[in-house]
């Protein structure tokens, strides 16, 4: 499976390319970032052009994307969700435009399939993710968050054993 996961985002989208073929590899990952200071509906136009040149690239078949959230009673959040909300419409639109399936995930369901823990913090997301995906490094935040959004999608979609035999060499299916 070939899955192209993206933390939405209208300033920072962070994205993250996943295989599992014969082994889970991380193929790349990184960080578009935008101008804070670019009309809205410009940079929404350019993260479009961004997912679609992805998608063209990577050949995904699937796209996973994370669910904007809204803590409860917390107005301030209101108006940086609905950009989220914004560039996440922009992911399904390119998806859909390209016939790739799209799923979604909350973050709290991330970080139950990626570091066991519903309300893990980022840097336990991040050490979590380094471990599971042997990476030498810790990625940027917005590519972490990316990569977990991967990671849990083929979790979720029964790549689970895959994932298993490469943590425990010699495990069975």
Do not use: W
Not at 52 to 60: A, G, K, T
Not at 121 to 146: E, F, G, H, V
């Amino acid at each position: 499976m070939r899955v192209l996961a993206i933390d939405p985002g209208t300033i920072k989208m962070g994205y993250g390319f996943l295989t599992n073929d014969s082994e889970t590899e991380v193929v790349d990952y990184g960080v578009v970032t935008l101008s804070r200071y670019t009309d809205i509906g410009e940079r929404l136009f350019q993260l479009f052009t961004h997912v679609r040149n992805m998608i063209s690239i990577f050949q995904p078949d699937a796209v996973a994307v994370e669910e904007p959230f809204i803590g409860r009673g917390e107005r301030q959040f209101i108006g940086p969700a609905i950009a989220v909300g914004q560039a996440q419409a922009v992911v399904l639109i390119g998806a859909a435009s390209a016939g790739v399936e799209v799923f979604r995930y909350s973050p709290a369901e991330v970080k139950r399939a990626v570091a066991d823990y519903g309300a893990a913090t980022k840097d336990q997301m991040q050490r979590a993710l380094a471990a599971t995906l042997r990476l030498d490094t810790l990625p940027d935040s917005d590519a972490a968050d990316a990569l977990s959004v991967g990671l849990c999608h083929l979790i979720k979609t029964g790549e689970r054993s895959a994932l298993a035999r490469e943590i425990t060499p010699g495990s069975e299916r």
